[in-house]
């Protein structure tokens, strides 16, 4: 099946300085997924941060920015100077491309937090 | 306005007690999905439905059901709650043929004693 993995646990980063959180994904049944990363910041539900349905394509979102490598099999999440109001937990995901069947295959998550 | 709202947002049940947590859209989506979420497993798929009357079901069913009877409300249901289900639950909903890109609920939050 399906699968992402993604930077485990929490990611400490000091205020104004740059991220990367890391992703991967394997793709059986599909050769051409879309891709993902959604955000939850506390107290909220998931949100759409960025997606990108196009391999190579970049996407990006509130100073985030994500490419769809499909040689590596990667969508790492980047951003060059984070804020204290970037703490959350982000989850990358991918699901099919095309069909009826929109289902979304997630990482573990990954709790980023920013210290000022 | 919330598109997806739920049903408790907090709940305590006892082990063997039944649990009924709701979700309504208002996203007019055909496409309605309930997640577990659990500290190193992220969030896994339960059942789904491609619409009204219908239910799928997902990578981890065991032990819930779920009933479409609207385009709008979607429910999961824990008919002998255990401890094993204490969890954060999230309803999603999405639109046929998109891209794969769903909107979420707040999370119900909950335990079984």
Not at chain 1, 16 to 37: E, H, Q, V
Not at chain 1, 63 to 87: P, R
Not at chain 2, 22 to 44: F, I, K, V
Not at chain 2, 71 to 76: A, D, H, P
């Amino acid at each position: 099946g399906d699968s992402v993995t993604q930077t485990e646990g929490q990611v400490t980063v000091s205020e104004s300085k740059s991220l990367i959180i890391n992703c991967t994904y394997s793709a059986t049944s599909i050769g051409y997924p879309n891709l993902f990363w959604y955000v939850r910041y506390p107290g909220e539900g998931l949100q759409l941060l960025l997606k990108v349905i196009t391999a190579g394509q970049k996407g990006s979102s509130r100073g985030f920015e994500a490419t769809y490598n499909k040689e590596a099999t990667s969508f790492h999440l980047q951003k060059a100077s984070v804020q204290e109001s970037d703490s959350a937990v982000y989850y990358c995901a991918l699901s099919e491309s095309g069909g009826s069947n929109a289902k979304l295959t997630f990482g573990k998550g990954t709790k980023l937090s920013v210290k000022s | 306005e919330a598109a997806v709202t739920q049903s408790p947002r907090n709940k305590v049940a006892v082990t063997g007690g039944k649990v009924t947590l709701s979700c309504n859209q208002t996203n007019n989506h055909n496409n309605m999905y309930w997640y577990r979420q659990d500290t190193g497993h992220g969030l896994r798929l339960i059942h789904y439905s491609y619409g009204a009357g219908s239910t799928e079901k997902g990578d981890i069913p065991d032990g819930y059901k779920a009933s479409r009877p609207s385009q709008e409300n979607f429910s999961l249901i824990l008919e002998l709650a255990t401890p094993s289900q204490t969890s954060v639950y999230f309803c999603a909903s999405g639109d046929t043929g998109n891209t794969g890109q769903l909107y979420f609920g707040e999370g119900s939050k909950l335990t079984v004693l």
